[in-house]
């Protein structure tokens, strides 16, 4: 059982800035927390952010604002 998921971050242009989850999961409760750093671990700035998540066949994208 499970799914492949995915949690990701894009800012408003649609730039990925990180990936927080990209693995196969079984079905259960999980937590991802966002340090509002990229990839490369260097701090972003404050603004909207998107994160997207995915699971099988579920597609959710939610708001984000970070402020500073």
């Not at 966002?34 to 998540?53: L, Q």
Request: charged residues 25%; glycine residues 12%.
């Amino acid at each position: 059982g499970g799914a492949d998921v995915s949690i990701v971050i894009y800012d408003v242009a649609g730039r990925r800035v990180r990936t927080l989850v990209n693995q196969h999961r079984t079905p259960g409760r999980y937590q991802a927390t966002w340090d509002g750093r990229s990839e490369r671990g260097d701090p972003t700035a404050s603004g909207v952010y998107f994160c997207r998540m995915k699971a099988g066949s579920f597609v959710q994208t939610r708001k984000l604002v970070l402020l500073k």
